[in-house]
């Protein structure tokens, strides 16, 4: 089957792109450096002929609230008139838990990107994560002032990307569920002490302080804002695991 992975160079794009071919599929991993873009359409009528699947996992260069907004849309409705184009039979992209339920510039892109996918009358499954262990680091530096960051002691529930990268490859070969499927780490707890944990874990000297009136990129937060409310799946990779693994560069 030939499967388009729209930001196939990406975190998750790499590893579900070599699982995927690891299944004995045709797989293209598009992005801007081989010469597919979806905000130009570059390259895009190209690489998505004859394609059964589409997996949408590019990510903006710029997560400032004006140019995320616009990229996810651009990106989206380029992509969709693409994808009609050649007949696609299912459209799988990567948005994040809980992003209708605060409010922040790049959960609103996010929103708008399922938005498009929803009405665009091509069969689709959205995969709602919640953040990525690889995303502690950015994380504790966006909100770190000097040696300390404050962070509010909601719940947090990260997964690791090669679980989520199994579950993008499962999904695509699977039937279009034409709505949302939510996915999360094993393991939840309050977010200053996830952070500190990894930081502490890193050897990391910054402290963070439990602030239950600390923000989240800008938006208000409360106790399961970015947990899944209901049935959710869970990665296999908890904490500990995942901090061995990236030690050891596996
Ligand atoms: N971070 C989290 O915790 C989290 C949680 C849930 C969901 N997500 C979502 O997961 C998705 C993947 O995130 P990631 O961290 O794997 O992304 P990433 O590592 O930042 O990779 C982004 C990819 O997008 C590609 N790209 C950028 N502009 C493009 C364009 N104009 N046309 C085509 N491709 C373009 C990049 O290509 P080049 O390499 O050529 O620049 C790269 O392959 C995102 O949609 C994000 O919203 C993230």
């Known amino acids: 089957m030939k499967i388009v992975v729209i930001g196939g160079t990406g975190l998750i794009g790499s590893k579900s792109v070599a699982i995927l071919r690891q299944g004995g599929h045709e797989v293209v991993a598009a992005s801007p450096k081989s010469g597919i873009n ?10 998505v002929a004859g394609a059964q699947v589409v997996i949408d996992l590019a990510n903006s260069p710029s997560f400032e609230d004006q140019a995320v907004l616009e990229f996810f849309e651009i ?14 039979r299912h459209h799988v992209a990567l948005s994040i838990v809980g992003i209708d339920r605060t409010d922040n510039g790049y959960f609103r892109a996010k929103l708008a990107q399922e938005k498009l996918i929803e009405t665009s009358g091509i069969p689709y499954t959205i995969i709602r994560s919640t953040q990525f262990l690889e995303f502690l680091g950015g994380i504790a530096d966006s909100s770190a002032v000097g040696n300390m960051m404050r962070l509010p002691p909601v719940l947090f529930q990260p997964i690791a990307a090669d679980d989520v990268a199994a579950i993008v490859a499962h999904v695509a070969l699977a039937a279009p569920r034409r709505g949302i499927v939510e996915i999360a780490g094993p393991e939840r707890a309050p977010f200053n002490e996830i952070v500190a944990r990894y930081l502490k874990a890193i050897g990391d000297p910054r402290q963070v302080a439990r602030d239950p009136e600390a923000r989240y990129w800008g938006g208000r937060v409360e106790e ?15 904490f500990d695991e995942w901090l061995r693994r990236a030690k050891a560069g596996v």
């Open 224 to 238: 399961r804002s970015l947990v899944p409310l209901g049935e959710a799946r869970l990665g296999r990779i908890g």
């Open 38 to 47: 979806t905000i130009t359409g570059e390259g895009l009528k190209a690489a």
């Open 75 to 88: 990106s989206g409705r380029n992509l969709i008139a693409s994808e009609a184009a050649a007949g696609v």
